[in-house]
């Protein structure tokens, strides 16, 4: 083999990522209800619709607040946060649900190092696969963690992989908005984008993903044939 071969040639593929909500799971209802719960709390103004909540879902609580021209900081912060979490802790998963076909490609791929990367606080994230009884298929779940940026910088997806011991170029970052394609891209992985979940395909288009699927089960020809 002569060295150009080697640079145009992707190494094998030995590890995925994935984003959890939108992309492994339909968390919308249960999201958005703890989210307009806490929100009420604390806002002195009328709520957002749930249907708007939910096309924020993925970025930080401080990002979706703002998005929905909520400016909520400092002690009533706090107190959202407090009854986001206390309302989640009860009733996060009562309607969540994996999408169709996650776990028979999840048991497709068992060969590979799985991972999960979310904005999810830790504990959220673990919680949540635990009462789906996904946590079993992942070596690895990277929630949000003090000091460690949330995607789209790619510091929390370099995280995961230095889990998995895996280097970017082995492994595909699958996610449902921008922000997973852009942190797997910044990180120097494949990226592969989901067209059912909470990010526009306009928007998942223009960030240039390798590959994109309309279901989470077009993902195993994909991997299978950068593993032969």
């Known amino acids: 083999m002569n060295p150009s071969d080697d640079v145009t040639t992707p190494k094998t593929l030995t590890a995925v990522l994935c984003d959890l909500d939108g992309t492994l799971i339909d968390s919308a209802h249960d999201i958005t209800a703890a989210f307009l719960k806490a929100l009420g709390h604390v806002a002195c103004t009328p709520l957002p619709e749930a249907s708007d ?7 930080s609580h401080p990002e979706m607040l703002s998005a929905l021209g909520f400016e909520i900081s400092g002690d009533r912060f706090e107190a959202f946060r407090r009854v986001y979490r206390s309302h989640f802790a009860q009733y996060g998963t009562q309607y969540t649900q994996p999408f169709p076909r996650v776990r028979d490609t999840l048991n ?5 190092a ?14 949540v696969l635990q009462n789906l009884n996904l946590a079993h298929y992942f070596r690895h779940i990277q929630g949000a963690r003090p000091g460690i940026p949330l995607k789209p910088a790619p510091d929390s997806v370099i995280a995961a992989l230095a889990a998995l011991e895996c280097q970017p170029e082995q492994a595909l970052m699958v ?10 891209k910044a990180a120097g992985m494949r990226t592969c984008a989901v067209t059912y979940g909470f990010g526009g395909l306009n928007d998942l288009r223009a960030c240039e993903p390798t590959y994109t699927v309309t279901s989470f089960d077009g993902l195993a020809p994909i991997i299978e044939a950068q593993i032969s």
């Open 53 to 59: 909540v939910a096309r924020h879902i993925g970025k």
């Open 108 to 112: 497709r791929l068992a060969g590979m």
């Open 114 to 127: 799985l991972g999960v990367v979310t904005t999810k606080a830790q504990d959220q994230a673990e919680m």
């Open 175 to 184: 996610g449902d908005t921008p922000a997973d394609i852009l942190a797997g």
